[in-house]
């Protein structure tokens, strides 16, 4: 069946420095990818998606490319800043689903001061 | 807008109880409400889909009898862990779908169920 992996957590930065978590799905055919962000103590947001090969999704200077070469979807940001905090859930859906997510483990982003 | 909000957000009970979770979208009318549990460091997994009015529908190994969901409005879904164990203890999240620009998934912050 359909599933996501995410590199481990928890991933600890120092403000200003590059992210990159690693995404990579097993699914037969091009799903829709997403990224979600969990803030402490709140409900999961989206944060980006891309619905095709070679889409960037991209928002609050987040940004991930579609590769079906390589069936990932690594979430990148050039400069974290402590508000990034949170866990980060890389996601796929089949359009025909009925909006049926499938999420990765979640990974636990700490950016420090 | 797209507010959903779970109540209660934690709740300790004692094994063999009952506990009831709620769910509500706060802005918008939920066609279609989802269920996920979660358990530490592990990925969030889908344990019922309900629509409005209609009968929930049970992921694979999620036993129906044992959760319990309602769907009775368009703004309100529980979700009932009856004869609750310790196994049962984890994170349950729920989220709302609706229509037009609410046709995704919002999600709740989470209840934090313990077992004892």
């Known amino acids: ?113 | 807008g797209a507010v959903v909000s779970q109540h209660p957000s934690w709740v300790i009970c004692k094994s063999g109880t009952s506990v009831k979770i709620e769910c509500r979208s706060l802005d918008f009318q939920a066609t279609t409400m989802f269920w996920y549990r979660q358990f530490p460091k592990q990925s969030l997994m889908l344990m019922a889909t309900s629509n409005e009015g209609s009968k929930a529908t049970y992921e694979q190994g999620v036993e129906k009898d044992k959760f319990l969901i309602n769907h009775a409005s368009l703004t309100l879904s529980t979700l009932t862990v009856t004869s609750a164990h310790p196994e049962d203890s984890s994170f349950y999240i729920c989220s709302a779908r609706g229509w037009g620009s609410y046709n995704e998934q919002f999600f709740g912050p989470g209840t934090r169920l313990t077992v004892l």
């Open chain 1, 1 to 113: 069946g359909d599933s996501v992996t995410q590199m481990e957590g928890p991933v600890t930065l120092s403000e200003e420095a590059f992210l990159t978590i690693n995404c990579t799905y097993t699914a037969t055919g091009y799903p829709s990818l997403f990224w979600y962000v969990q803030y402490p103590g709140e409900g999961l947001q989206l944060l980006l998606k891309a619905t095709k090969a070679d889409d960037k999704g991209s928002n609050k200077g987040f940004e991930a490319t579609y590769r079906k070469e390589t069936t990932s979807f690594h979430l990148e940001k050039g400069s974290v800043q402590v508000s990034d905090s949170a866990v980060y859930f890389c996601a796929l859906k089949w359009e025909t689903s009925g909006s049926r997510l499938t999420f990765g483990e979640g990974t636990q982003l700490t950016v420090n001061p």
